[in-house]
């Protein structure tokens, strides 16, 4: 069986159920800040694709930069149970 190999680089895009769990907003909502023209979208043929940067600044303070999408799928609030 072949096993994935991790991606060596940030991701630049994210599909829009990735976009809609990063960012906690709906599909729906993600599809129409696109259509508003807020998020940008490539199409690569039936795929829509979000730029991960624009997730960040549609939800990040500007003086606060978001870290790159992990590949693991550890939750935040492990770190902080574990830290208590």
């Known amino acids: 069986m ?3 190999k991790p991606f060596p680089a940030p991701r630049l895009t994210v599909t829009v159920p ?3 769990r990063a ?3 709906g599909r729906t909502t ?6 508003d023209g807020k ?3 490539i199409k690569v043929g039936k795929r829509t ?11 990040a303070p500007e ?3 978001m870290p790159p999408p992990d590949q693991s799928h550890a939750s ?6 574990a830290a208590a």
């Open 23 to 25: 960012t906690g907003l």
């Open 30 to 35: 993600i599809y129409k800040l696109i259509d």
């Open 63 to 65: 003086d606060c930069a």
């Open 18 to 20: 990735e976009a809609a």
């Open 76 to 81: 935040p609030l492990d770190a902080g149970e």
């Open 49 to 59: 694709l979000v730029w991960y940067d624009d997730l960040q600044e549609l939800v």
């Open 2 to 4: 072949h096993e994935a």
């Open 39 to 41: 998020l940008r979208r």
